[in-house]
């Protein structure tokens, strides 16, 4: 059974940096696409990070500059660095993956793995 754990989330404040982490547990996959996204309250769930196997990265505009996605192949675990943190960050955080590279790499049907997900909480 494939698994993914979030951990790292809490509260901070405006300005702040947290490092996300998703260990993987029964995943396998040669080709595969890795991300984070997040749903904060009232707003749909939106891409912020993928980072595909042949190390390809993509970010949301509104996250570049300031989150770095890496995953670690010895310890099975996929991180996201967020620095700078806004209020405007604050949502619940979720790791996803596929069983493939995703094409269209926000597109949350491409995600056949998720995460029960983490709260990220920024106060100006």
């Known amino acids: 059974v494939v698994q993914l754990v979030e951990s790292g989330g809490g509260s901070v404040q405006s300005g702040g940096s947290l490092r996300l982490s998703c260990v993987t547990s029964?995943?396998?996959?040669?080709?595969?696409?890795m991300g984070w996204f997040r749903q904060a309250p009232g707003n749909k769930r939106e891409g912020v990070a993928v980072?595909?196997?042949?190390?390809?990265?993509t970010y949301a505009e509104s996250v570049k500059g300031r989150f770095t996605i890496s995953h670690d192949n010895a310890k099975n675990t996929l991180y996201l660095q967020m620095n700078g943190l806004k209020p405007e960050d604050t949502a619940m955080y979720y790791c996803a993956a596929s069983e493939y590279i995703v094409r269209v790499k926000f597109r949350e049907e491409e995600y056949n793995i998720w995460g029960q997900g983490t709260q990220v909480t920024v106060s100006s």
């Open positions: 980072i595909d196997s042949d190390g390809s990265l």
């Open positions: 029964g995943y396998t996959y040669v080709s595969y696409s």
